[in-house]
T-cell receptor, first 110, second 112 residues
Framework: RKEVEQDPGPFNVPEGATVAFNCTYSNSASQSFFWYRQDCRKEPKLLMSVYSSGNEDGRFTAQLNRASQYISLLIRDSKLSDSATYLCVVNGNAGNMLTFGGGTRLMVKP | NAGVTQTPKFQVLKTGQSMTLQCAQDMNHNSMYWYRQDPGMGLRLIYYSASEGTTDKGEVPNGYNVSRLNKREFSLRLESAAPSQTSVYFC???????????FGPGTRLTVT
């Protein structure tokens, strides 16, 4: 089993839609959780950290479910500019390092 | 602040040639990393440096060496390039190995 698993997609949604991604992780001792965004041919950029109580940043909401070992990202009122690959990131086993999931591709259509 | 910078942006090598990829950060971070990203493979850690003076292997270290020159700079060297090393290379830095990482713009390397 991979340490961090994501549905690769693509998720094709119309502008204005709400879309949710899930990510599962294998290390029950993980303490750090993040969502990154990566545009085509660009570097990954931190979108938001994920806290135990859940957190919101504008149209983006992240949730953590420790019991089931998954993280979610909800995007409301999707914009064309949200089209990107979203990477789930968790601190894993070796040296408490961050492990990146393979990413979920989102395409927002007009 | 420039954040994390990488040079060069693009490079084409012939098989067997060597080169060094440079990375520098101005955020006073302790930890630095080198990743490669290939289509369908996601980000894979090559080497990392948890703090100045230390380096450790990641998931795919074969064919690479690194040097943590000082707190700011972390270089990646390919001694004898192979076509399998054609990839996009990203450098990143963070306060600690379990904190969020900040990435440079990447180096696109092609080995023919």
């Amino acid at each position: 089993r991979k340490e961090v698993e994501q549905d690769p997609g693509p998720f094709n949604v119309p502008e204005g839609a709400t879309v949710a991604f899930n990510c599962t992780y294998s290390n029950s001792a993980s303490q750090s959780f993040f969502w990154y965004r990566q545009d085509c041919r660009k570097e990954p950029k931190l979108l938001m950290s994920v806290y135990s109580s859940g957190n919101e940043d504008g149209r983006f909401t992240a949730q953590l479910n420790r019991a089931s070992q998954y993280i979610s990202l909800l995007i409301r009122d999707s914009k064309l500019s949200d089209s990107a690959t979203y990477l789930c990131v968790v601190n894993g086993n070796a040296g408490n390092m961050l492990t990146f999931g393979g990413g979920t591709r989102l395409m927002v259509k007009p | 602040n420039a954040g994390v910078t990488q040079t060069p942006k693009f490079q084409v090598l012939k098989t067997g040639q060597s080169m060094t990829l440079q990375c520098a950060q101005d955020m006073n971070h302790n930890s630095m990393y080198w990743y490669r990203q290939d289509p369908g493979m996601g980000l894979r850690l090559i080497y990392y440096s948890a703090s100045e003076g230390t380096t450790d292997k990641g998931e795919v270290p074969n064919g690479y060496n690194v040097s943590r020159l000082n707190k700011r700079e972390f270089s990646l060297r390919l001694e004898s390039a192979a076509p399998s090393q054609t990839s996009v290379y990203f450098c990143a830095s963070s306060d600690s190995t379990y904190y969020e990482q900040y990435f440079g713009p990447g180096t696109r390397l092609t080995v023919t």
